[in-house]
Nanobody
Framework: QVQLVESGGGMVQAGDSLRLSCVAS????????MGWFRQAPGKEREFVAA????????YYADSVKGRFTIARDNAKNTAYLQMNSLKPEDTAVYYC??????????????????WGQGTQVTVST
């Protein structure tokens, strides 16, 4: 069992930046693919970004490519999502998730085994 705790959300203005963090409870954090997803009010949860075990491969949704960066520090059991040039349409609850994948990434939420509780990001105009 892996427990994930997100932090770093908040209310910002368009164009601002935020960095989300996701701390995992297990020292085997380094063996999981990590992903970030988000869910806006009235919409389905959608993929944002993912990163492999060692961080060598990353994958982004087209809507955030060039603005968001996913990273991880396995020594700290922590994954990050750096969000720059935020837009009102980025407003959502952001979730981190862990997947037992063999050094590959996935954009499907069904491949992820563990989820955090979510952190709210609100971007105003």
């Amino acid at each position: 069992q892996v427990q994930l705790v997100e932090s770093g959300g908040g209310m910002v203005q368009a164009g601002d930046s935020l960095r989300l963090s996701c701390v995992a409870s297990r020292r085997t954090f380094g063996s999981y693919t990590m992903g970030w997803f988000r869910q806006a009010p009235g919409k389905e949860r959608e993929f944002v970004a993912a990163i492999t075990w060692g961080g060598a491969s990353t994958y982004y949704a087209d809507s955030v490519k060039g603005r968001f960066t996913i990273a991880r520090d396995n020594a700290k059991n922590t994954a990050y999502l750096q969000m720059n040039s935020l837009k009102p349409e980025d407003t959502a609850v952001y979730y981190c998730a862990a997947a037992r994948l063999q050094n590959t990434v996935s954009y499907s939420e069904y491949d992820y085994n563990y989820w955090g509780q979510g952190t709210q990001v609100t971007v105003s105009t």
